[in-house]
């Protein structure tokens, strides 16, 4: 049944939250069902502009199942996204959601959860942090790693973990990064989740296995299609997968979210 | 109103298929697209053994296009055979099948695998810019197109096209040389090569360096390059290039395409296949079209 469309969903609200960084909040249309969606997962959000064809794929940061509603928190990387930060409330965008697998909870297994955002890897760990909660973790640490001290969306986490912060400039927690935090704290999990910039993912992979515990890892990469059909963005993988046939997997489809040992990179 | 074509001797219930590369072999689009709808899929090139492809970045955006240096990733025939087409069979549209080689002998491989097959078309590409070993080497010689068709002609069971590469000097001589070597039908255009550099990073936005070019960038060269084909070779002419929308679809038919494809645009909606066919509809019912025959190659 062909029943999944790009649909018009409409922009509730829109704040800045830093020079580059903006919180949206978005309602979807009855035909998009919001309440399948999980942490972890992302929307393809597509451009007014039709010089700009590819979907910009953007973590969910926050969902309301009652509203039929999801926030998004990004970065103005570029031409699109800066065309995204001009929205006010009440305008329409293009979106498909949710797309891609998120993170698993189980907290019967992994009762102390660490999560560790690095920059705009930050976002998804908010809606993460929540439903462990929910779910009744035990504890939820949470790593948040900034450029420097403008900490966005710091406080929001405040009310479901325990928050450390690093900054690249010392302006803020830790001088150095997400690992440096972890580090200097003695910070202890069962299970790691990760979202952030390739270094810092390899240096958590490295983390998880000498400390023999689970991490899964939010992997990024330029898109096309955003539902597994172009290949274009794939990572390498441990083991030949079961679709592609080779030793690669489809971030946008088999993930963005992969078990740590799963991946090469 | 008739939306049907006869395309290398196969009837087709109206012209409309997807590009190759971009639709992967269907089963992704099935909750975006009723597949019933369109006339054919035609799937990613398919080879002899599974192809890892190329690095990433592997894609990056341009103004009104894209460039893809994916390296003709895919799973090889026997995965294919054994998941692909089943899963097509479940559908009421025609299959073609795009087959990719670095060698000879691996496109024939392929093609000898499909005789027994039941799929409707094979598209050989000969024109992917993103492999270096094979591919494109046979998409920019005449000879070496004209042998690689005969060749395949040997072994097909079913109607052969040929994918033809943008560029080359002259595309009409690659067209002919194909139409000498006994092909069926032709397609056009393949990606043109081009390169996007990343001025932050200092390197270039794609791992390959280079890519192919696609999207509504292109399609004014496409339109010019299916128009010299369609005119220069009596074989049935699949055009493709940046089409978006019915409009751009009817200007490739206009031009002399018996079929055309769709393919960036997938990427921009993945329902938009469904779109263009609803489209080409409702401008024969507006322009009281009866037949979509009329069309093709009508501005000379």
């Not at chain 1, 509603?69 to 699109?80: A, E, I, Q, S």
């Not at chain 1, 390899?202 to 597994?228: D, N, P, T, Y």
């Not at chain 2, 270096?132 to 109607?159: H, M, N, S």
Request: glycine share 10%; hydrophobic share 40%; aromatic share 6%.
């Amino acid at each position: 049944m062909a029943d999944r469309k790009k649909c018009k969903a409409q922009v509730t609200s829109q704040i800045k939250l830093t020079e580059d960084i903006y919180s949206m909040w978005i309602k979807f249309p009855k035909n998009t069902d919001i309440s399948v969606a999980v942490p972890g997962q992302f929307i393809s959000m597509y451009c007014h502009d039709g010089s700009r064809m590819l979907p910009r794929p953007i973590s969910i940061c926050q969902i309301n199942t009652n509203d039929n509603m999801l926030r998004v928190v990004y970065r103005t990387v570029g031409k699109g996204t800066k065309e995204f930060s001009m929205l006010g409330a009440g305008s329409t965008i293009d979106i498909i959601a949710p797309l891609g697998n998120g993170f698993i909870i189980d907290t019967d297994i992994f009762k102390n959860a660490l999560l560790i955002g690095g920059g705009i890897g930050i976002p998804p760990m908010l809606e993460l942090a929540k439903k462990l909660r929910e779910n009744g973790s035990e504890s939820v640490k949470v790593v948040l790693g900034y450029r420097d001290g403008t900490l966005f969306l710091k406080d929001e986490f405040e009310p479901y973990a325990d928050v450390y912060v690093s900054t690249e400039d010392g302006s803020s927690g830790i001088k150095g990064n997400t690992i440096d935090v972890i580090n200097e704290y003695g910070i202890e999990a069962d299970i790691i989740y990760a979202c952030g910039p390739l270094p810092m993912l390899r240096g958590i992979k490295v983390l998880a296995k000498e400390r023999g515990i689970k991490a899964q890892l939010s992997l990024e990469e330029r898109m096309a299609c955003g539902i597994g059909a172009c290949l274009g963005c794939v990572c390498n993988s441990k083991e030949k997968d079961e679709h592609s046939n080779v030793k690669n997997k489809r971030i946008c489809k088999d993930g963005p979210v992969f078990d740590s040992e799963e991946i090469i990179f | 109103m008739n939306l049907s074509v006869n395309f290398a001797g196969i009837d087709i219930k109206n012209p409309v298929t997807t590009a190759s590369g971009t639709f992967g072999s269907g089963a992704e689009y099935k909750d975006f697209v009723d597949l019933n709808k369109l006339g054919a899929v035609t799937t990613k090139g398919v080879a002899s053994v599974p192809w890892e492809g190329n690095q990433t970045p592997r894609i990056c955006e341009t103004y009104s296009g894209m460039l893809n240096a994916i390296g003709l990733q895919n799973p090889g025939i026997d995965l294919f055979i054994k998941r692909d087409i089943p899963f097509l069979k479940q559908y009421d549209t025609k299959i073609i099948v795009n087959v990719c080689g670095k060698t000879l002998d691996e496109y024939i491989e392929v093609v000898k695998r499909l005789a027994e097959e039941d799929i409707d078309l094979l598209e050989i590409n000969i024109s992917c810019p993103n492999v270096k070993a094979g591919g494109i080497a046979f998409g920019q010689d005449p000879e070496l197109a004209r042998q690689v068709t005969d060749k395949v002609k040997q072994y097909a069971k079913q109607p052969v096209i040929m994918k033809l590469s943008p560029n080359v000097t002259d595309i009409t001589e690659m067209a002919r040389a194909v139409e000498a070597g006994g092909a069926d039908a032709v397609s056009l255009i393949n990606t043109l090569t081009g390169m996007k550099i990343d001025i932050n990073k200092r390197t270039f936005a794609l791992a390959n360096k280079t890519g192919g070019l696609s999207g509504p960038a292109i399609k004014p060269v496409a339109v010019r390059m299916v128009y010299q084909v369609a005119n220069a070779v009596k074989i049935p002419v699949l055009g493709m290039g940046g089409i978006q929308n019915a409009e751009d679809a009817l200007e490739f038919i206009m031009a002399g395409a018996t079929m055309v494809a769709v393919g960036t645009a997938n990427f921009n909606n993945p329902s938009v296949t469904e779109d263009i066919i609803n489209g080409l509809e409702t401008f024969m019912d507006k322009n009281g079209v009866k037949d979509i025959n009329e069309l093709i190659g009508c501005v000379k």
